[in-house]
């Protein structure tokens, strides 16, 4: 029941651990009831048929928030309610969980302290009266919910969440229990009781940082900085800069503290040195990369995006030529490696350095398998048409230094055929709730011993046919199953979208089980699943329509098996022949058989109908590069003549390589040189309009 908004974790406020929180679970005493009750009972969720639940929040569309109105400064918000697993409506085991969704609009800034109690009759851990609790801060009052400040588990009943330094505006608490798919385990069960305090007191340089308008990184005249709670911040190291002026060492502290960041690029070594001088790479490209006397530019500590700090830096910039998967392989270098991938947009010239704490970014550290090795990191979403930084330095904290060293660096890129969008939850239309639903799909049993799904996809058209190198799965090994092999098939599809048939198979294969991942643009966690062909097996497709496959496999006809193929891709294509449908097949001989999902099933509120049967995958790979053809005739003027010998010297390359068939390359051996020459010469004044 649970969304992925609460698996995140967020910036935006200044957390200060309370004093004494150690001891946080030195007293469960039961709790009491407070002046705001919660608008559910979570016992009526497993109890009533079609239940909504009036506070289950964004899992529900539309959302159910309860909004317990304003929280004055000073001022106390206490809640009371109950939470924890329970059985569906139904259901015989403990599947589902209750959360609570509160709002609450803070009327200035303040210091604000959450303490949570929570208990139940039956215990935690064989000590009876107390259960731990889950809970959630998030900044912003509806959904999709906004920056998650606070998500983790208590360790005992009363749960301290570090002290929130926060800026007037409307906030989410979320409270629930630890999620146990166990009926064995009752102290995590239905009706765990809670009782919460939500305090707001006026922090020291409210009215001050409130009324600041100049930025935290610029030295002003002026007392205070527009960003509230690094105002607050910097001001409780130095007074001064809220009640003098903020000068060059407020605007240090905003850096230190707070994850502001200034660009400086001084005394550059390497020609690419500094993040506005990268070096322009292309798909294809290997450089050698070379750090030696390379100075540190880019943003780490509290302004970095990664989880680590990259010292000695150097820059690459690459631009996307399609929507696709770009990747840069550093395993080849010699030193411990991080590289950071920066999207910097369409505009190369808009670029600012200045910035670069705010560009969406990815890092990668250690993934070559080496600990303290180098690094290769895939952008698995790039958009076409953008610019992608790539900073390349040291690893480095406190203690280590970091080291400079050098390597061959790999930049490529796969091109996006086909791509359905981001897995979507569904709506159940009784309750509102929101399911991430899979479609089963393997050897079920004997009644379903080919449990697939047939789903429509186009090669779109072009001047080339295209070859699949990888295709992208999304979904789930449900709870109990395991799964060795997924296995893809790809089959024509003819006019009208009729079921497919065997005869219709254009290629097939089986792939050990790959490591899934998560991809944030997907409601579920860790839902694709990257299907690598061996380059042996790679079909080539013409441009046209057809339906893909896929299934879990544990390497036979006798072995059980299930992967669940996540419905609603929102850019799929639907099946509209008699009305919105789906094709999938039971059995090994019975073939693929119309199938409608059960009424209660729809899309979110705002989604299109017709998304509802397209599963969500993405087929990735590349034009196939037609084949170069030797032509004396450069100059296409009918006549190998001199024109063709001036686009040949216009285009010297004798030791640099290029595309093959690129002008003035004759011969087609990616050089253009006295071999490209030879053949205009040996072709001299041969043509059709030759005098």
């Not at 880019?298 to 680590?308: H, K």
């Not at 890092?363 to 992608?388: E, F, K, L, M, W």
């Not at 779109?460 to 295709?471: A, E, G, L, R």
Request: charged share 10%.
């Amino acid at each position: 029941m649970d969304k992925r908004l609460i698996l995140g974790a967020g910036v935006g406020a200044l957390a200060l651990f309370a004093a004494g929180a150690a001891n946080a679970g030195s007293s469960c005493l039961a709790v009491q009831s407070s002046p705001i009750l919660n608008n559910d009972d979570c016992l009526q969720a497993g109890a009533v048929a079609n239940y909504v639940d009036p506070n289950g929040g964004c899992n529900f569309t539309p959302a159910q928030l309860q909004d317990v109105g304003v929280l004055s400064v000073p001022g106390l918000l206490e809640l009371t309610g109950t939470v924890g697993t329970f059985v569906p409506f139904g259901g015989t085991a403990h599947t589902s969980r209750d959360l609570d969704w509160y709002t609450f609009t803070l009327n200035q800034g303040a210091t604000v302290s959450i303490n949570a109690r929570m208990n139940n009759a039956d215990g935690e851990g064989g000590a009876p009266g107390f259960v731990s609790s889950v809970l959630f801060l998030i900044q912003g009052g509806s959904c999709p919910a906004g920056t998650v400040l606070y998500g983790a588990a208590g360790s005992s009943c009363n749960h301290i969440m570090p002290q929130f330094i926060l800026p007037a505006g409307t906030y989410t608490f979320v409270i629930t229990t630890p999620f146990e798919v166990d009926s064995a385990v009752p102290f995590y069960n239905c009706p765990a009781e809670y009782q919460v305090w939500i305090d707001a007191q006026p922090t020291p340089f409210g009215p001050i940082c409130a009324a600041a308008t100049a930025g935290c990184a610029e030295v002003h005249a002026g007392v205070g900085c527009d960003d509230f709670t690094c105002c607050e911040a910097v001001c409780g190291f130095d007074s001064n800069c809220c009640f003098v002026s903020w000068d060059q060492n407020c605007v240090d502290l905003a850096v230190s503290e707070c994850g502001y960041f200034i660009y400086s690029c001084d005394n550059p070594g390497p020609a690419n040195d500094c993040a506005f001088s990268p070096i322009l790479v292309q798909p294809g490209d290997v450089v050698f990369a070379d750090t030696t006397g390379a100075t540190t530019d880019g943003p780490n500590g509290p302004s970095s995006l990664c989880a680590v700090d990259i010292g000695l830096d150097i820059w690459y910039v690459i631009k996307a030529p399609s929507n696709g998967e770009l990747s840069v392989d550093g395993c080849n270098l010699d030193f411990d490696s991080v590289i950071a991938v920066y999207d910097i947009g369409t505009d190369l010239g808009a670029f600012d350095p200045s910035l670069l704490g705010t560009y969406p970014s990815a890092c990668a550290d250690d993934t070559c398998g080496q600990v303290a090795g180098p690094s290769r990191i895939t952008i698995v979403n790039a958009n076409a048409n953008h610019y992608y930084l790539v900073r390349i330095g040291s690893w480095f904290n406190a203690q280590f230094p970091p080291e400079s060293g050098s390597g061959n660096v790999a930049f490529d890129f796969d091109g996006v055929i086909f791509n359905t969008g981001s897995q979507r939850a569904i709506r159940n239309q009784d309750t509102g709730a929101l399911t991430n639903l899979g479609l089963s799909s393997g050897n079920l049993g004997g009644a379903n011993t080919r449990r697939w799904s047939a789903v429509a996809f186009t090669v779109p058209q072009s001047d080339s046919d295209y070859v699949v190198t990888k295709i992208i799965g999304k979904g789930f090994i449900p709870a109990g199953w395991t799964v060795s092999n997924l296995g893809w098939v790809i089959w024509n599809r003819l006019p009208g979208n009729p079921a497919p048939t065997a005869a219709d198979q254009v290629a097939a294969g089986l792939v050990p089980l790959p490591v899934n991942y998560d991809e944030a643009d997907d409601d579920a966690a860790n839902a694709a699943w990257p299907i690598v062909i061996p380059e042996s097996e790679r079909p080539v497709l013409p441009p046209g329509d057809y339906y893909l496959t896929l299934y879990g496999d544990n390497g036979g006809p006798n072995e059980l098996s299930q992967w669940a193929w996540f419905l609603l891709g929102p850019d799929g294509v639907p099946l509209l022949e008699g009305g919105l449908h789906g094709w999938r097949s039971a059995t090994a001989a019975g073939g693929f058989q119309f199938f409608l999902l059960p009424a209660v099933w729809a899309v979110q509120v705002g989604d299109d109908p017709n998304w509802l049967y397209n599963n969500a995958f993405r087929i990735i790979g590349q034009p196939v590069e037609a084949a170069c053809v030797e032509t004396p005739d450069q100059s296409g003027n009918g006549c190998v003549d001199g024109a063709d010998i001036a686009i040949v010297l216009g285009n010297w390359s004798p030791t640099t390589p290029g595309v093959p068939g690129a002008p003035g390359d004759v011969n087609c051996d990616g050089f253009v040189s006295g071999a490209d020459i030879a053949v205009i010469l040996g072709a001299w004044l041969t043509g059709p309009n030759c005098p």
